[in-house]
């Protein structure tokens, strides 16, 4: 392929249709077909990125290799392409805005009032390009953020239309997710919100060339043929989006529909062979039948909206199909421990999580928890957070420092296991300045951490300030908390086990990042394999 084939989707009606899993379900039966295909996402809010963005507002922050705090739907586009995404895989607004400013700063426009269009609109389309013109993919799908008609979505619309004119026939198209809803008092699903979206973004200058209906009931084909004529589509670009019980169908749903030979064809691209996914059916087929079933607490603080946690329940979807095992994840707020609630709270449970996180708020719960693991020999896995807490347990609790603590809960401790790095000392700016990205990590000989990697040297990604306190690792490792991972440039602690414990191990870094259909990750892997053995 000489050129570059753009594939742009946009989402109508209501938000949180699953745009991002349309798009990953497409990219992945494009790759299947032999396409190098990549997907990136254009989010229209004003912050420069997720980073500095509360759980609650947007769901997890997902960190890619080079560093860049992205939205999550990145996190499934790595899990279902196995391919790594970058800072160019995610656009704001904002970084937009702020590109664009910082130009006209430089004097870069010669004394041209700058605007919307054309600069703006040339910014975003040059961003949507830039992947394109690497000469890495032959295939680039565009997910548009938010629902066509918001005032934010404008600019993105109008870059889509001038794009797709730019490139000329069969080199970009558009397709746009919709809901057809059923009302249950007409017994009957309603087409006619579908007309309206596909409407408000022909008035923006741009015709859908492909329809995907998210609905809860079959689409009937008078129906289908409806949509077709009152949304000027052909027929055959009706797609329809049930409801799966899991997202790892959706990529078999889409095949059944269609919708990469119906993209192929609107891109004048030839099939090539069937979609390979024997690798990812076989997948499919042991999450959907398991032979164990294991109860892991998730212990967190920001577990009423599911998506904070996202690419940790992905991991053990990951993982319990990699084990045969059906991992239920039982949310608890880390508020509602405490010594005297412990027993209660995490009963039942085959394993403990402490999740990452950020504040002051509910760390005692978290503390306890860890607590409660070590010494009840249940198997136990902190991630960044949850690994600065299992260091604070044991400090506390087998060292006797009654007021170890980290600098972030309690910047007057006189045992500060857990410290800020001294280049973080100065920092005023919050947004991307913490440790970011891919960090190298030594394993040591003989400990759980190798056995689990089998290799003596991994690179996982990180998203934190504060760091195990060397001053106090001697003094920790001879008490039998294990330093079994250490950074080869900075020489801080990546890893700690505990060696006569079912499983005990805590990361400072995000594993959960990095787990894909393909490649389940391994600690996660090991942690369900664990808590099977030690339930039976």
Same mark, same amino acid.
């Given at each position: 392929?000489?050129?570059?084939?753009?594939?742009? %989707?946009?989402?109508?009606?209501?938000?949180?249709?699953?745009?991002?899993?349309?798009?990953?379900?497409?990219?992945?039966?494009?790759?299947?077909?032999?396409?190098?295909?990549?997907?990136?996402?254009?989010?229209?809010?004003?912050?420069?990125?997720?980073?500095?963005?509360?759980?609650?507002?947007?769901?997890?922050?997902?960190?890619?290799?080079?560093? @860049?705090?992205?939205?999550?739907?990145?996190?499934?586009?790595?899990?279902?392409?196995?391919?790594?995404?970058?800072?160019?895989?995610?656009?704001?607004?904002?970084?937009?805005?702020?590109?664009? $400013?910082?130009?006209?700063?430089?004097?870069?426009?010669?004394?041209?009032?700058?605007?919307?269009?054309?600069?703006?609109?040339?910014?975003?389309?040059?961003?949507?390009?830039?992947?394109?013109?690497?000469?890495?993919?032959?295939?680039?799908?565009?997910?548009?953020?938010?629902?066509?008609?918001?005032?934010?979505?404008?600019?993105?619309?109008?870059?889509?239309?001038?794009?797709?004119?730019?490139?000329?026939?069969?080199?970009? $198209? %558009?397709?746009?997710?919709?809901?057809?809803?059923?009302?249950?008092?007409?017994?009957?699903?309603?087409?006619?919100?579908?007309?309206?979206?596909?409407?408000?973004?022909?008035?923006?200058?741009?015709?859908?060339?492909?329809?995907?209906?998210?609905?809860?009931?079959?689409?009937?084909?008078?129906?289908?043929?409806?949509?077709?004529?009152?949304?000027?589509?052909?027929?055959?670009?009706?797609?329809?989006?049930?409801?799966?019980?899991?997202?790892?169908?959706?990529?078999?749903?889409?095949?059944?529909?269609?919708?990469?030979?119906?993209?192929?064809?609107?891109?004048?691209?030839?099939?090539?062979?069937?979609?390979?996914?024997?690798?990812?059916?076989?997948?499919?087929?042991?999450?959907?039948?398991?032979?164990?079933?294991?109860?892991?607490?998730?212990?967190?603080?920001?577990?009423?909206?599911?998506?904070?946690?996202?690419?940790?329940?992905?991991?053990?979807?990951?993982?319990?199909?990699?084990?045969?095992?059906?991992?239920? %994840?039982?949310?608890?707020?880390?508020?509602?421990?405490?010594?005297?609630?412990?027993?209660?709270?995490?009963?039942?449970?085959?394993?403990?999580?402490? @999740?990452?996180?950020?504040?002051?708020?509910?760390?005692?719960?978290?503390?306890?928890?860890?607590?409660?693991?070590?010494?009840?020999?249940?198997?136990?896995?902190?991630?960044?957070?949850?690994?600065?807490?299992?260091?604070?347990?044991?400090?506390?609790?087998?060292?006797?420092?009654?007021?170890?603590?980290?600098?972030?809960?309690?910047?007057?401790?006189?045992?500060? %296991?857990?410290?800020?790095?001294?280049?973080?000392?100065?920092?005023?700016?919050?947004?991307?300045?913490?440790?970011?990205?891919?960090?190298?990590?030594?394993?040591?000989?003989?400990?759980?951490?190798?056995?689990?990697?089998?290799?003596?040297?991994? @690179?996982?990604?990180?998203?934190?300030?504060?760091?195990?306190?060397?001053?106090?690792?001697?003094?920790?490792?001879?008490?039998?908390?294990?330093?079994?991972?250490?950074?080869?440039?900075?020489?801080?602690?990546?890893?700690?086990?505990?060696?006569?414990?079912?499983?005990?191990?805590?990361?400072?870094?995000?594993?959960?990042?990095?787990?894909?259909?393909?490649?389940?990750?391994?600690?996660?892997?090991?942690?369900?394999?664990?808590?099977?053995?030690?339930?039976?």
């Amino acid at each position: 392929m000489n050129q570059t084939k753009y594939i742009f %989707v946009t989402g109508g009606v209501t938000s949180s249709l699953g745009k991002g899993i349309i798009a990953a379900s497409l990219a992945k039966l494009l790759q299947a077909r032999g396409y190098r295909t990549t997907i990136q996402k254009f989010d229209p809010y004003i912050n420069v990125d997720p980073g500095t963005l509360n759980p609650y507002e947007h769901g997890e922050c997902f960190v890619t290799d080079d560093g @860049a705090e992205t939205d999550l739907d990145l996190g499934h586009y790595e899990r279902f392409l196995n391919v790594p995404t970058s800072q160019a895989n995610n656009v704001t607004t904002g970084r937009v805005y702020l590109s664009v $400013i910082e130009k006209e700063r430089r004097g870069e426009f010669l004394g041209k009032t700058v605007q919307v269009v054309p600069h703006i609109t040339n910014e975003i389309k040059e961003r949507m390009q830039l992947l394109g013109k690497s000469g890495d993919f032959d295939i680039v799908i565009t997910e548009i953020g938010g629902t066509v008609g918001d005032i934010e979505s404008l600019p993105y619309i109008e870059s889509v239309r001038q794009l797709v004119w730019e490139l000329g026939e069969n080199n970009g $198209i %558009v397709i746009h997710l919709t809901l057809v809803p059923y009302l249950s008092a007409a017994g009957e699903l309603k087409t006619k919100p579908t007309q309206h979206s596909v409407k408000t973004l022909m008035e923006s200058g741009i015709k859908a060339d492909i329809l995907v209906c998210r609905t809860e009931y079959d689409l009937s084909e008078e129906l289908r043929q409806k949509l077709a004529l009152f949304c000027n589509v052909k027929r055959e670009a009706v797609i329809q989006s049930i409801d799966a019980k899991t997202i790892y169908e959706v990529p078999n749903l889409m095949l059944e529909e269609g919708l990469d030979v119906v993209a192929l064809k609107k891109l004048n691209l030839p099939e090539k062979s069937t979609p390979d996914l024997t690798q990812w059916n076989d997948f499919l087929n042991r999450l959907q039948n398991p032979k164990h079933t294991v109860n892991v607490g998730l212990i967190g603080k920001y577990v009423e909206l599911q998506d904070s946690y996202k690419s940790i329940l992905e991991a053990f979807i990951h993982a319990g199909a990699a084990n045969e095992t059906k991992v239920n %994840v039982i949310s608890i707020h880390s508020e509602s421990i405490n010594a005297k609630t412990a027993k209660e709270s995490l009963k039942g449970l085959d394993g403990i999580l402490v @999740a990452p996180g950020f504040g002051e708020r509910g760390i005692e719960g978290k503390i306890e928890a860890v607590r409660y693991a070590r010494e009840n020999n249940l198997p136990f896995f902190g991630i960044c957070l949850g690994m600065q807490m299992a260091v604070i347990e044991y400090a506390r609790t087998v060292l006797g420092y009654k007021d170890a603590n980290s600098t972030e809960m309690n910047p007057d401790t006189t045992n500060p %296991v857990i410290d800020l790095m001294e280049e973080q000392k100065t920092i005023i700016d919050k947004g991307g300045t913490m440790r970011l990205g891919s960090w190298k990590c030594d394993l040591k000989e003989g400990s759980l951490a190798k056995q689990i990697y089998g290799k003596s040297q991994i @690179a996982e990604r990180h998203r934190h300030r504060y760091e195990y306190n060397n001053k106090y690792a001697t003094e920790l490792q001879n008490a039998g908390l294990i330093s079994s991972g250490i950074n080869p440039d900075t020489g801080l602690v990546e890893i700690v086990e505990l060696p006569n414990h079912p499983f005990f191990i805590g990361v400072q870094y995000h594993p959960e990042y990095k787990s894909t259909v393909a490649n389940p990750q391994l600690i996660f892997v090991s942690f369900v394999a664990a808590m099977v053995k030690n339930k039976k």
